[in-house]
Every structure is written in C-alpha cells, then in structure tokens.
C-alpha cells in the first residue's frame, strides 16, 4: 500500500489527477505547436494518458471499479476519494 496516499493533499493532487480532462481534439489545430499553450495541452493530454492506463490496470485488478472506463464514473470516484479522505482526516483529529 502507498502510505504517501494516506495523507490528505497527497490525496487531493491524487483525486485532482484521477479527474483530469483530455484535451478536445478540436484544440489541437487552434494553437501553434511552438507556443506554451500548446504544450500546456500536451502535458493535460499526457496525465489524461497516463491516468487511463491506470484506470484500465486498477479495473483488471479490482472489482468495484469495473464500470470505471466512463469519464464521468471516474469523476465521481475522485469525489468519492476526496470524501474518504477529509472524513479520516476529521476522524484523525478528534
């Protein structure tokens, strides 16, 4: 188990990433491959990347994220993190 997740802005950048937008393909043509906007966008297209084969691999392995390959499921697992979290947390500092 990552203990790094079981702080609570780890997991906040952790739930932030997991509800990451890709790009919209019509973008790719708005902006100049040079430009620091475009890069930007490579950069979201890349963490949205990288967080669908993280999703893809966390399916295979557990049950209860089976239906996790729709946009707006993983959306509201991050919700559902960022809920756990602040309750532990609150719990914690009792």
Do not use: C
């Not at 990288?50 to 089976?66: I, S």
Request: aromatic share 12%; net charge positive; glycine share 4%.
């Amino acid at each position: 188990m990552k203990t790094k997740l079981l702080y609570k802005n780890a997991m906040k950048r952790f739930s932030r990433w997991l509800d990451i937008n890709s790009v919209a393909t019509h973008l790719w043509g708005e902006y100049n491959p040079i430009g620091k906007i475009y890069l930007g966008l490579e950069r979201r297209q890349q963490a949205a990347d990288e967080r669908d084969k993280f999703v893809e691999d966390r399916r295979r392995k557990r049950p209860k994220w089976k239906s996790m390959y729709l946009r707006y499921e993983q959306s509201s697992k991050a919700l559902d993190l960022i809920n756990y979290i602040l309750k532990r947390y609150l719990r914690r500092k009792k």
